[in-house]
């Protein structure tokens, strides 16, 4: 994949708008923290998050520029279609840098090194921005090199990012950065060394998407599920729209219908691809892709960004825009992006639902309606406390602290009313425990579920252990948790959390 890159794109487009010479010095401000800063204020010592005050005491010719997304998107746009001039699958990851496959370049093209030479000079003739061109394999690793304008052999990308350093996944993953700094894993090379599963059972689900991108592994795995045909949304106004407030407005209940309609097949979008047509039959199209999966907002963010870029740019459309089409190009599993109840909003359908729940309140009691509140604990049931509906949510243990022994994310779909008693068999039928260091005492081979038929076990993780309040005798409590997927007649194969007490095994949940 090549990326290209434009430095200090905020600071870049926020002085075109105000006028700056290129050599000022001068920094993109929010919160009275730089967010962005030139080269020429790096020289003079202005940083990232260096506060305000203190950036204008070290260069006091210092312009200080408001930061302004949508001025940003809108400016960026001709830098895309440049691209797009040259290489098709052009994807917009965020104002200021683009990545495009590279197989269809690279092959049409002498080698890669020519074909970021060409990106350079197009981006150069046609948008009058400088840009760095990378290639590697995965987008992260491509990203990485386009910061130092390297063409990364293809198969040798963990090789590349083996001696960066781990604060290269700044400023996203700052809490993962300083945990593995003071663990003494200092480069991504050592952290991509761990095991997986100590990842996973260590640090939890973000940090082993983090631990696939320090290996120059692609950021999900290959096989993702392709949309069904029917999730695209369109808009055709009455009138050809030519105003970016009226595209935007229209973009907001555009990407309410698609969130929607992709929540409803459990699905949610990490590359948007924005289709327009105006009146005259030019045909407009944008993809933007994202690291999460996009929110609502998210989706509305990106829409209006594209409308500013094409309605206000240099390269605007000759007439209005009759059709507005939002189209999911890649999705993942909806579960990635859980929402609260009633999307967590204030809208008209979420004042209905708390009129009936207060209705229901009335004839059958208050304990008749509860709403779950997510707090801290190590075990799924142990985590969600049951409030009447109308009380205040506050959890029954606070969310901050480490919570040792945690379980990793994902948390179990299931969890049942009373634990489900288990039995978990070694390879020769013997029982399987966990001994006084929280060890197996064999590989789990099978599991019989309520004296059930033992299943065979396909894969495991774990023991998790948790020696609770041991201070005190009378609330002490050992346990040990253990994941394991097992066969089913079923659908195939069905994974469960099981819990060791008391020299007892019991199924505390149960996954999707």
């Known amino acids: 994949m090549f990326v ?33 800063a030139n080269a020429a204020a790096r020289g003079a010592g202005v940083g990232r998050d260096v506060r305000r005050r203190e950036a204008q005491g070290r260069c006091p010719d210092l312009v200080v520029l408001p930061d302004d997304p949508d001025r940003d998107a809108r400016l960026f746009e001709p830098v895309a279609a440049a691209v797009e001039r040259l290489a098709v699958g052009v994807e917009v990851v965020r104002p200021g ?62 090789e590349f990012l083996a001696p960066l350093d781990v604060r290269e996944f700044l400023p996203d993953r700052a809490e ?3 945990l593995l700094r003071r663990l003494g894993l200092r480069t991504l090379g050592a952290f991509a060394a761990l095991p997986e599963r100590d990842v996973a059972t260590r640090f939890g689900a973000d940090a082993v998407l983090a631990h696939r991108l320090a290996r120059g592994a692609q950021e999900r795995p290959p096989a993702r599920r392709r949309p069904p045909d029917d999730l695209a949304v369109t ?30 097949h459990g699905l949610a979008c990490t590359r948007l691809a924005v289709e327009a047509t105006t009146a005259h039959g030019e045909h407009l199209r944008r993809v933007w892709r994202c690291a999460e999966p996009l929110t609502p907002a998210g989706i509305a963010d ?23 089409r939002l189209v999911p190009e890649d999705t993942v599993d909806g579960r990635a992006l859980q929402l609260e109840l009633w999307q967590g909003g204030q809208d008209e359908r979420a004042a209905r639902a708390a009129r009936a729940m207060t209705h229901v309140q009335g004839l059958l009691g208050q304990g008749a309606v509860l709403t779950p509140v997510l707090g801290g604990g190590r075990g799924p049931a142990d985590r969600v406390r049951l409030v009447p509906w109308g009380d205040e949510r506050t959890p029954a243990a606070p969310a901050e602290p480490p919570w040792p022994g945690r379980l990793p994310a994902p948390s179990p779909s299931v969890v049942p009313d009373r634990p489900l008693p288990a039995a978990v068999l070694g390879p020769v039928g013997e029982q399987v425990g966990v001994n006084g260091r929280f060890a197996l005492t064999a590989e789990p081979v099978s599991v019989a579920v309520e004296g059930g038929p033992a299943r065979p ?31 089913s007649t079923e659908d195939g194969q069905t994974a469960l959390l099981l819990v060791r007490e008391d020299r007892k095994w019991t199924v505390e ?4």
């Open 235 to 264: 808009h055709t106004p009455d009138d050809p729209v030519d105003r970016v407030q009226a595209a935007a407005f229209a973009a907001r209940g555009l990407a309410e219908r698609l969130h929607t309609r992709l929540a409803g």
């Open 4 to 36: 290209v890159w434009c430095p200090d794109w905020p600071v870049v487009a926020a002085g075109r708008v105000a006028g700056l010479p290129l050599d000022a010095p001068a920094a993109v401000v929010v919160a009275n923290r730089v967010v962005a």
């Open 176 to 178: 993962l950065v300083d």
């Open 457 to 487: 076990v396909l894969g495991w993780a774990g023991p998790w252990p948790a020696d609770e309040t041991w201070w005190d005798q009378a609330t002490a409590r050992r346990r040990a948790r253990l994941q394991v997927l097992v066969e």
């Open 509 to 512: 949940g149960m996954y999707d």
């Open 97 to 158: 840098v683009v990545a495009v496959p590279a197989r269809g370049p690279a092959a049409y093209f002498d080698s890669e090194a020519d074909v970021a030479e060409r990106l350079i000079d197009q981006v150069a003739a046609a948008a009058d921005a400088e840009c760095v061109v990378g290639a590697a394999d995965g987008l992260f690793a491509a990203t990485r090199a386009a910061h130092r304008g390297l063409i990364v052999p293809s198969g040798r990308s963990a």
């Open 302 to 324: 990106r829409v209006r960004w594209q409308l500013d870029g094409w309605l206000l740019g240099p390269d605007r459309p000759t007439a209005g825009l009759t059709r507005l």
